[in-house]
């Protein structure tokens, strides 16, 4: 067989490849609640190409959200739950059926809310239920609100809990970081910096695995990682190429909430290059981010030529598998509270 014989059979499947996979998984982006829909709100204004869905009881609210479908649910008089979680939960039960209509055949979706109120903390659960029962994979992007909050906090917890059994992986963001990264603007301008934070987030993620790169990362690489463990952390960071190391320490110092990621044992590597970055600078940032993790971690790596980056790179890491210390806190709790169960009923 000939070279140019070679070639033309290469050249032939992969035509026929690409027709037969053009199509590519369908990507959602749902937010629950007042923060779930401002977070969606911030990424249509921002260009977001693929569907996004808006979901709240507080009907003034949602009329003002801009999205491609919206959802109300029902409550008493149309203006929210007043912050109780367990309506909150039951108006997404009652529309149960019509939310599974409208969300199937979804391959990913991205669940954002806000953990604390009424709506988020009740709703997105049985959201990301719906949509795994769908067959969807479910990524869940959750704020917790300010240490201060204490009613909101209590209700933060149980609400994790509750949306980490029913998503492949969490990712959660802490209001409270809002005070080392913006300390002095007022509180509309501070929040809006989650938002932008949520939505530079997920429009990374959406644009991983929708544009084609030089190492492409897919939706099966994505299941792999987002298997590994219920608790994600999503870091970030850019910085000149001759100097990697920094770049992934800067990423790993700044995570979006206080993390142990020592445990890690999964990462999603995406890095965005310019044309001049060669083959062991590429392998250099993977080994370097490896080298934080745990043995036998699973690794998946894309990266992405774009000329606007020469002599620059971006990364994009997800850690599964890290350790949250307030969820840490409340399974210490659940421990001591069981020993002393144990301790009144032994039996001498």
Known sequence: ???????????????????????????????????????????????IDVPTIAINTDYPHLRMIDADTKILLKSKDGNGVGGNVGYGEQSALMAREKIAEILKDVDIAFLTAGLGGGTGTGAAPVIADILRKNGAMVISIVTLPFKIEKVHVAKAKDGLKKIMEKSNTVIVLENEKLIDIVPNRPLNEAFMVMDQLISYSIMSFVDIITKPSLINIDISDLRYIMNSGKLSTILLSEGDIDDIRKIVVDALNNPLMNVDYSTANGALLHMTVGEDATLSMIYSTVDTISSFLRENSKISMGARVDPEYTGKMRILVVLTGIKVPFVEEEKLKERSIGNIFEDDFEVK
């Open 1 to 47: 067989m000939t070279l140019s014989s070679i070639l033309r059979r290469v050249s032939e499947y992969t035509e026929y490849d690409l027709y037969a996979h053009s199509e590519g998984p369908k990507i959602v982006v749902v937010g629950v609640g007042g923060a779930g829909c401002n977070a969606v709100w911030r990424m249509k204004k921002l260009g």
